[in-house]
């Protein structure tokens, strides 16, 4: 991110495309662009990008970029596709950009080669800028793709996916069931398969998962509303059956309910969102989901990282949740446009919540000694999950360790939680930073630094295994992990949470 002009903030560029301005200079004409006039615009003042096929003038959105002009022009007059879905594909483009549509790349024919056939099919044009879909093939991946079948009672209808992996669990299975529509989503590595179908007849809304994890089957069980015999299990619809990469799967949204809504410090709010009965979903530890809301008739979309309601200060037993329930802790800023409207939201209203990102792995814990969680402010998030887990299942540990870094005292997260848990558990300890205290503070001040990471991050023993986790403001990453590299630790010994 960099600083943005004054008036150039999202909630500005919304209102500009809200003005009736002409913004893509065609007076509301939408053309065939092809590769050639693409690639002519390719300066700040003239600037087209085409991402998944459509070209945007993205000129006048250039100074409300939040990366900056410089990484927008990275993809000046070429396809940005890639470049954008690497660093934030959660963005709603088609929704921001909607005022600066160009139109679409031109189909431009390829060669059939000869020995097949001299006609062109349908799959063998390419359009034009588009990058090429990316179909997965070859024998030995055909055997690791999940297949499904179904079987049907009187009353009951259900769908078995066979997913061919032996160590799968609930956090790997999504299923969702609105009116007849039903997606079933089977993570596997950076894999999804998908089972996406229009039902036959209507089902009750609740429904039922059950994961056979050392075989990996998954049964999805529903409830038929009228007991009659179904003649198929349902109209495929768009990516049903389909294995590919999981960034490639658009980013599903379904409607959940606030529940509650409590206060932790005097800006940041613990609100409690309640899925869909029908709808299986466990957000796995280190990963977030995307909030979308529509704010002056834009869809906005925001990451925020699940957290547990409590910490909780006995760790004999895994915590056992009921999965239908996701708790989010949010700062609220007082200029921000996406917290603002959140914070309107009442008890009992619907947000549309996104499954679950994220690159951390908790095979990256499970066999550590060491493990310090290096928070600033809400980069605090995540840390939650991973030290309740860490604590839980992972059995080596020796030491965790939180530096916790904040503004002042009435800025941090739990503190009492976090105390009385540095008690009860002795391998836990909690360490604040403050950047701005009141001269009553008797702890720690200062900023990251390499003098303050020397002095608390340090090995239980010598050659101990050890992970450093890291999340906060971009600046705050960046540089610690910058002064741990220094300090000698290694790529693999460190994790950043990012978008
Ligand atoms: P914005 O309107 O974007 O602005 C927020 C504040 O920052 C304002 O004061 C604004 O003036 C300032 N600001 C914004 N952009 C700039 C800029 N370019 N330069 C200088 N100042 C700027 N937040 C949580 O509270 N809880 C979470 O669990 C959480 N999880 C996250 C997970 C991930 C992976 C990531 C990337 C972020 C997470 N965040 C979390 C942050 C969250 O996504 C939003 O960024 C945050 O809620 C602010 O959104 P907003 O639209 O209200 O604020
Ligand atoms: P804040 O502004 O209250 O700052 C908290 C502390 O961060 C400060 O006391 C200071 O020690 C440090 N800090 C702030 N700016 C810094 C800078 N420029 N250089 C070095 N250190 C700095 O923090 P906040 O408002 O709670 O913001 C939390 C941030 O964490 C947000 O940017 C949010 O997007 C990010 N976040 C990221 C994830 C993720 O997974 N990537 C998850 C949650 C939050």
Same mark, same amino acid.
């Given at each position: 991110q960099v600083p943005l002009k004054p008036g150039r903030s999202l909630m500005d560029w919304i209102r500009l495309t809200k003005s009736?301005? %002409?913004?893509?200079?065609?007076?509301g004409r939408l053309i065939e662009v092809t590769e050639d006039e693409l690639a002519k615009?390719?300066?700040?003042?003239d600037c087209w990008i085409c991402i998944r096929g459509f070209v945007y003038n993205v000129t006048p959105y250039m100074e409300y970029h939040p990366g900056g002009e410089d990484e927008l022009m990275k993809a000046a007059g070429t396809d940005g596709t890639d470049l954008f879905d690497q660093v934030?594909?959660?963005?709603?483009y088609e929704s921001m950009l909607k005022e600066c549509l160009v139109g679409r790349m031109a189909v431009k024919p390829i060669a059939a080669p000869k020995e097949i056939s001299s006609t062109l099919s349908e799959e063998k044009k390419q359009l034009n800028g588009i990058l090429p879909e990316k179909k997965v093939v070859g024998a030995s991946f055909k055997d690791l793709t999940p297949s499904y079948d179904w079987f049907q009672t009187d009353s009951l209808i259900t769908l078995v996916i066979?997913?061919?992996?032996?160590?799968?669990?609930?956090?790997?299975v999504i299923v969702d069931c609105e009116d007849k529509r039903l997606r079933g989503e089977i993570i596997v590595g950076d894999h999804s398969y998908l089972v996406e179908v229009d039902l036959d007849h209507a089902v009750q809304e609740d429904m039922a998962v059950h994961i056979a994890e050392k075989v990996g089957k998954v049964e999805i069980i529903l409830k038929k509303k009228d007991n009659v015999h179904w003649k198929m299990l349902g109209q495929p619809l768009e990516s049903h059956n389909t294995f590919i990469k999981r960034t490639d799967r658009g980013l599903f949204y379904r409607k959940c309910k606030l529940v509650s809504k409590t206060e932790v410090t005097h800006d940041t709010k613990l609100l409690c969102l309640m899925l869909p009965k029908s709808t299986h979903l466990h957000v796995p530890t280190g990963q977030h989901v995307y909030l979308k809301q529509i704010i002056a008739g834009t869809e906005v979309v925001k990451p925020y990282t699940p957290v547990l309601p409590f910490l909780p200060?006995?760790?004999?037993?895994?915590l056992s949740h009921d999965g239908a329930h996701i708790y989010l802790m949010i700062k609220i800023y007082s200029c921000g446009l996406f917290t603002q409207a959140l914070d309107h939201l009442q008890i009992g209203d619907y947000i549309s919540v996104s499954n679950p990102e994220g690159n951390f792995k908790k095979s990256q814990v499970q066999t550590l000694e060491d493990l310090f969680l290096l928070a600033a402010g809400t980069g605090f998030t995540p840390m939650v999950k991973l030290l309740n887990f860490a604590l839980t299942?992972?059995?080596?540990?020796?030491k965790v360790k939180l530096i916790f870094f904040n503004?002042?005292?009435? %800025?941090?997260?739990w503190r009492n939680q976090l105390e009385q848990l540095a008690l009860k558990d002795e391998r836990f300890d909690v360490q604040f930073i403050l950047s701005q205290p009141t001269k009553d503070w008797v702890g720690k001040q200062g900023k990251i630094s390499s003098s303050l990471l020397s002095e608390f991050v340090?090995?239980?023993?010598?050659d101990s295994k050890v992970l450093i986790c890291i999340c906060g403001p971009t600046p705050f990453t960046e540089q610690g992990v910058q002064y741990l590299k220094d300090l000698g630790y290694s790529q693999e010994e460190i994790h950043a949470f990012t978008a």
């Open positions: 009736g301005k %002409d913004l893509t200079g065609l007076k615009h390719n300066k700040k003042e934030h594909r959660w963005v709603n066979y997913t061919k992996q032996k160590d799968m669990n609930a956090e790997l200060l006995d760790f004999k037993e895994p299942e992972v059995s080596c540990l020796r503004k002042t005292e009435d %800025d941090i997260l340090k090995r239980s023993r010598k």
